[in-house]
């Protein structure tokens, strides 16, 4: 598999090549096969976050106020830098959204509220500045995070240290952000005290464009959701943990499955509809700030200030990968994985007996299967009929040692 | 012992006979080894060559040479991290607040009065219950320090030790034990005013090495080598042991150590980032369950 990270220490981007069993710390086991380091440049001005676009792009932000546009394609070379945004000096990048389909315009939102549109099609136009219908006061209320619908693309939620979740419509010809929803804060505890408001991470859990369905997760360790055809207060709130959580990852609406970490060494599978732990992914030995789920083949990525990547198998929770980079990872994506390749482009790379054994297998499976829609599907009975391969070829191996072993003895 | 001689031990009833021969037994044992070595020394010391060979042969296992494979060993440094400006400008030198926690007793204090002899450039103020860490990281920020130590007591024993790196980190908190006094080790001398130089040893791993730089940071660049003060920072088995000695160089002899105490362990417990703020590394006892790996 290829993994992409942002390597702070050197403020660059760092490649990684290995197979599944690669482990750093072992001496026997497997060693990445390359660990390639690009775009460097100083700590002070290293990358925040990474996405990609179209697998055309790679689109990140870094410390200072830049945004770098490098080809994927092409050895991450250089395609365009903005760096003339007007940033104050200490504001910083806190989220990048890049569309994943149907939409050109990526959008960088730092922590005052200012939102840079750029278009990724029309690289040489200056990205446009918006700002967030909100109030900045320095240390006290800030923005930190940002993301968008995953159908409506002019629809967007925001959060922060004292700035409680917001759903706001961007219009694009006046360029102005309006304000659709505004939440409540919880009730008072138990000693009638106001409960802070600081939420680090958010993102809508459904697609419905008539109501929306959020979930958030603070710095004080609670996990929330809010649904506004219910109401402006979250319908559930649960404490996850006893340290802030610094990261989430959605990783299923259907089974309300999410991954989160925290400042300590806990990052974990979560069921948010009833707030309970699923699952630890162990191993690190530091804060995890960058996690990152593969779908394709049910992968999970973590790095973070512990200098390792670690890749789990989301299921199992069992770590595949772990290889050492020598820096701090701030934001880590995998690029591509051979198990989770199309069975087309799979039987391109491999040789001339594997695809045999690939076209003995078709015949079990149903051709309907084959052609279906629902990529998790087709990407299911992928991994099962490489474990039939798999299967079939030990098995022969082990037939035919028997029966020279048979012939021997006789 | 030989299974024939430990045959006759079992047939003896009488424990206290039985533990009278048994202790001749090993006395006479003890014994042999002792001619042999006198006579191994001897020979020694008309064939060098012959200790030469024996020392080469048997190595001991020790855990040290029996480590758990660590890749972040002796591995090339990536890139800049936060102790940057200190290794960058030699003419700056850093500037250390000392305090103590609040409620502090009497050993808090001498401990800090130790400490303030030991590392130049610091200065030591009373702390004050209102203000928290971070406040006072702030401030210290403010006023151009480098480091903040914060001691900290408990039940009238120092039992741990916070050095910030200003003015953006990290953290580390170090526990201490096993600290002797200056006054408790005999022939000790006593330490002058001037800049001490640092030993910092086996400080391997990448983790190691970032313990390794604070230390180095902590002091200034450049050494009073006519003090012939030397501290050493010694890391075996991830506890870091501290001594202060007097070097002095003779004519034919070994090199003459006077040690200025004090002396104490140190054992580095959580490093954060920034100030306070993310976990990069933090100890557990499941950490150790494996004797032979270590971290720093």
């Not at chain 1, 981007?13 to 026997?28: F, M, P």
């Not at chain 1, 820096?327 to 040789?351: C, F, M, N, P, Y």
């Not at chain 2, 080790?185 to 040893?201: A, F, K, M, Q, Y």
């Amino acid at each position: 598999m290829k993994i992409l990270l942002a390597a702070s220490d050197i403020g660059g981007l760092k490649e990684i090549v290995c197979t599944r069993g690669t482990d750093t710390s072992l001496q026997s086991a497997p060693q990445p096969e390359a660990l390639e380091t690009f775009c460097v440049e100083k700590r002070d001005t290293h990358i925040l976050h990474i996405r990609l676009y179209q697998d055309r792009y790679v689109v990140t932000t870094r410390l200072g106020g830049v945004v770098d546009i490098y080809d994927l394609q092409n050895a991450y070379e250089l395609v365009r830098k903005y760096d003339n945004l007007g940033l104050v000096s200490g504001e910083r990048f806190i989220s990048l959204v890049v569309p994943k389909t149907g939409d050109a315009y990526c959008y960088a939102c730092t922590d005052r509220g200012q939102v840079f549109a750029i278009n990724l099609e029309d690289l040489d136009t200056q990205p446009d500045a918006l700002q967030l219908p909100i109030k900045y006061v320095e240390g006290k209320k800030e923005i930190s995070c940002f993301a968008q619908h995953p159908t409506e693309k002019d629809v967007f939620l925001f959060g922060g240290k004292e700035i409680d979740l917001h759903v706001t419509k961007l219009d694009r010809k006046a360029k102005k952000f309006s304000i659709v929803f505004k939440a409540k804060n919880v009730s008072t505890n138990r000693i009638q005290l106001r409960e802070p408001i600081w939420i680090s991470k958010a993102e809508f859990v459904s697609d419905s464009t008539d109501s929306f369905e959020m979930l958030t997760v603070t710095r004080q360790g609670q996990m929330r959701y809010y649904d506004t055809s219910k109401g402006k207060k979250p319908r559930a709130s649960y404490k996850i943990s006893a340290d802030a959580i610094v990261a989430m990852s959605l990783l299923d609406t259907e089974k309300k499955q999410v991954i989160c970490s925290d400042t300590h060494r806990t990052t974990a599978r979560f069921d948010y509809s009833r707030g309970l732990m699923e699952g630890k992914y162990t191993g690190s030995v530091g804060s995890t700030g960058a996690i990152s789920v593969f779908r394709k083949s049910n992968l999970l990525v973590a790095g973070g200030l512990d200098r390792y990547i670690r890749c789990y198998e989301i299921g199992s929770r069992e770590c595949l990968v772990k290889v050492y980079v020598g820096t701090e990872i701030a934001d880590v994506v995998i690029l591509s994985d051979e198990r989770g390749k199309k069975r087309g482009e799979r039987e391109q790379s491999s040789g001339q007996k594997e695809k045999e054994e690939s076209r003995n297998n078709k015949g079990d499976e149903s051709n309907a299967d084959e052609n279906n829609a629902d990529e998790n599907n087709a990407d299911e009975s992928d991994i099962d009929s490489d474990d039939d391969a798999i299967w079939h070829r030990l098995e022969s191996n082990l037939v035919s040692a028997r029966k020279k072993r048979r012939l021997e003895l006789s | 012992m030989p299974k024939a001689e430990s045959d006759i031990l079992k047939k003896i009833k009488n424990k206290q006979l039985r533990s009278q021969i048994y202790g001749e037994m090993k006395k006479q044992e003890e014994k042999e080894k002792l001619k042999l070595r006198r006579e191994r020394r001897k020979e020694e010391l008309e064939h060098p060559e012959l200790k030469e060979k024996r020392l080469a042969e048997n190595v001991p296992a020790t855990i040290d040479s029996k480590r758990v494979f660590d890749e972040t060993v002796n591995a090339e440094v990536e890139g800049q991290d936060d102790f940057e400006e200190y290794f960058k400008s030699p003419e700056k030198d850093p500037k250390i607040l000392l305090t103590t926690n609040a409620h502090a007793h009497k050993q808090a204090y001498e401990f800090a009065a130790m400490l303030v002899e030991i590392i130049p450039n610091t200065t030591f103020v009373k702390r004050k219950r209102q203000y928290s860490m971070k406040d006072m990281a702030k401030y210290c920020t403010h006023r151009e320090f480098t480091h903040l130590i914060v001691i900290n007591e408990d039940k009238k024993e120092v039992n741990g030790m916070t050095l910030i790196h200003l003015p953006e980190g990290p953290t580390f908190y170090f526990s201490i034990n096993s600290f002797v006094k200056r006054k408790q080790i005999t022939g000790h001398g006593s330490p002058t005013d001037h800049i001490p130089e640092l030993i910092l040893n086996n400080f391997t791993t990448r983790l190691g090495k970032t313990v390794a730089r604070l230390f180095h940071s902590l002091f200034p660049h450049r050494p009073e080598f006519q003090g012939r003060q030397v501290i050493t920072l010694h890391n075996q088995r991830d506890y870091i042991f501290f001594r202060m000695h007097r070097y002095i160089f003779q004519e034919n002899k070994r090199v003459g150590l006077q040690e200025l105490g004090p002396e104490f362990t140190l054992r580095l417990r959580r490093i954060q980032k920034g100030i306070k703020g993310e976990v990069a590394w933090e100890y557990t006892t499941a950490m150790y369950k494996d004797k032979k790996k270590f971290y720093l």
